[in-house]
């Protein structure tokens, strides 16, 4: 599994890079990274940024008011639950959920509410166990309805999306057309209310309008 994650959604960006995780609100997007033993993945439910601890058993808030909910080794975290190391899932709340069979390497929820999961190699939708894709590829991309997976970080709506790949950052139109490029190493990428939000494994946040035009760091 990689040691690098991201997740984006309207309040912030949270990812962990090597075990240490992180998270950072709009509109500030300040970096706040807790003491906490190895994490291993974050995800967003609602307003609340979460991460996965193993070593204690629990998936637990990032900032705000501490919560901590006992689930188990949990190895992977959607937008609506954890999964744990036999690929048995909860909710945020504790609550028992429809999982999967063996442990998920990266799960996803898309704009639907429906879950997604690597798992062996495979694509899988976790409401009805079906297999998408065969052969996946490294990286689980969200769709407006659905997922995909694929090696270059990409996030995708409903007017086009936003791809790091070969050294640049892309803007694509919905036809998958290039409409601008800039320079750009390698991370993650994702929509964060009215930007698009990149972040690299160091922990480097980079700020752009939908069109690429990069906003000064406070």
């Known amino acids: 599994m990689?040691?690098?994650?991201?997740?984006?959604?309207?309040?912030?960006?949270?990812w962990v890079s090597g075990s240490q995780a992180c998270v950072a609100r709009v509109s500030?997007?300040?970096?706040?990274?807790?003491?906490?033993?190895?994490?291993?993945d974050v995800a967003w439910q609602g307003g609340d940024?979460?991460?996965?601890?193993?070593?204690?058993?629990?998936?637990?808030?990032?900032?705000g008011?501490?919560?901590?909910?006992?689930?188990?080794?949990?190895?992977?975290?959607s937008g609506t639950r954890a999964y744990r190391e036999d690929g048995s899932a909860v909710t945020y709340s504790g609550a028992p959920a429809r999982g999967v069979v063996g442990a998920p390497t990266a799960a996803v929820t898309d704009g639907q509410g429906e879950d997604y999961v690597?798992?062996?190699?495979?694509?899988?939708?976790?409401?009805?166990?079906?297999?998408?894709e065969r052969v996946a590829g490294p990286l689980l991309i969200a769709l407006p309805s659905g997922a995909r997976s694929q090696a270059a970080a990409e996030a995708v709506d409903e007017f086009g999306a936003f791809r790091l790949v070969n050294g640049q950052l892309e803007?694509?139109?919905?036809?998958?057309?290039?409409?601008?490029?800039?320079?750009?190493g390698p991370g993650l990428v994702g929509r964060v209310g009215q930007?698009?939000?990149?972040?690299?494994?160091?922990?480097?946040?980079?700020?752009?309008?939908?069109?690429?035009?990069?906003?000064?760091r406070p």
């Open 49 to 63: 940024a979460w991460a996965a601890v193993p070593g204690i058993g629990a998936v637990v808030t990032l900032d």
């Open 171 to 184: 803007a694509l139109d919905a036809l998958g057309r290039v409409r601008r490029a800039v320079p750009h």
């Open 65 to 77: 008011a501490p919560r901590s909910v006992p689930v188990g080794r949990v190895v992977a975290l």
């Open 118 to 132: 690597l798992l062996a190699g495979s694509l899988r939708r976790v409401s009805d166990g079906r297999v998408l």
């Open 28 to 40: 500030s997007f300040r970096a706040v990274c807790p003491r906490l033993p190895a994490v291993v």
């Open 2 to 14: 990689s040691s690098f994650h991201a997740a984006f959604n309207e309040h912030g960006v949270a």
């Open 195 to 216: 930007w698009v939000v990149t972040v690299q494994p160091t922990g480097t946040l980079r700020l752009f309008t939908t069109t690429l035009d990069e906003r000064p």
